[in-house]
């Protein structure tokens, strides 16, 4: 790429690029928003429009753009659709999580979701799935695979394996890598960093990677909870969706619920989000504790 392409994808003051419209339009933001709830149902009330604005500016600079109606007008060409949807996603997906986030969660799992679920198939007769769903940069998924390693140490014969995923590829890239700034991992224990944090040789890159035993135990896999199929064949033992369904509607919710009831095996657990509650919704699952639930 020559010096003026460059400068111009990077925002260089010089460039049309930069000469932006004031603000997005209410009818432009009318049609990012429903493009949006229909893609990945995420609802946009008109309160998050100086939100979307922002996002999405970042992508007019990297694409070279002056205008928010340019943009559409890519966006909903065949050729956007194809090569500009995946970052439209990314940026106006949320992606906010840490390690052991509601921590009463792996606990239940440990002591009573995983003997139940034990002593209803047997320890050495399956290997038990768990589905990290909107992942997002990993926090979860690697606190799953330290949470269920300890398991298995009071446990011989227990096998798992995590399938981790989002709907952004970005996001996913970076859970892929298991590296992480130092400052993130306050949340977990001192003795599970032993364990499963290797430090960086360079005293100077305050960051961490988890070591290839956490890493191994975690498939990452785009995936849109709004598609006809999650294309996942494997049935689910424990299903986390924490935080997710907050910005869906009503309907979108219940689809995904008891879309989560198909994938789950007879006598699976799904866990929520502190906010999150199955009250009111037409399911079959059952209400075992606050934002836990399982299938009969």
């Not at 009330?45 to 939100?51: L, N, Q, Y």
């Not at 926090?139 to 695979?145: G, I, N």
């Not at 995936?223 to 996942?232: C, G, K, T």
């Amino acid at each position: 790429m020559d010096t003026a392409r460059q400068q111009q994808f990077a925002g260089n003051p010089q460039s049309p690029a930069d000469q932006f419209q004031a603000s997005m339009t209410d009818a432009v933001f009318q049609r990012l928003s429903v493009f949006i709830k229909a893609q990945c149902g995420i609802e946009l009330p008109p309160s998050k429009k100086i939100m979307l604005e922002g996002r999405i500016r970042k992508r007019l600079r990297i694409l070279g753009m002056n205008s928010f109606e340019k943009y559409c007008h890519y966006l909903f060409s065949p050729e956007g659709v194809e090569s500009e949807l995946a970052h439209m996603l990314d940026v106006v997906t949320t992606n906010k999580t840490d390690f052991f986030r509601e921590p009463g969660h792996f606990e239940y799992m440990i002591k009573s979701a995983l003997p139940d679920l034990i002593e209803l198939y047997g320890i050495s007769a399956k290997c038990f799935r768990v589905w990290s769903a909107a992942c997002s940069t990993g926090e979860e998924p690697f606190t799953l695979a330290m949470v269920l390693s300890e398991f298995v140490q009071t446990h011989p014969g227990f096998q798992y394996d995590i399938l981790a995923t989002d709907i952004s590829n970005q996001v996913l890239e970076r859970a892929r890598e298991g590296v992480y700034e130092h400052d993130k991992i306050e949340p977990i224990p001192l003795g599970l960093r032993k364990k499963y944090l290797l430090k960086s040789k360079d005293p100077n890159k305050k960051i961490i990677k988890f070591v290839d035993e956490a890493r191994n135990r975690i498939t990452f896999k785009r995936l849109n909870l709004m598609d006809s199929s999650f294309h996942i064949n494997e049935h689910m033992d424990v299903i986390f969706c924490r935080n997710v369904m907050i910005y869906f509607d009503k309907a979108n919710q219940e689809k995904l619920i008891n879309r989560f009831y198909q994938q789950l095996v007879s006598g699976g657990y799904l866990f929520l989000g502190h906010s999150e509650t199955l009250t009111g919704m037409k399911t079959a699952f059952s209400y075992v504790a606050a934002t836990i639930y399982r299938k009969p």
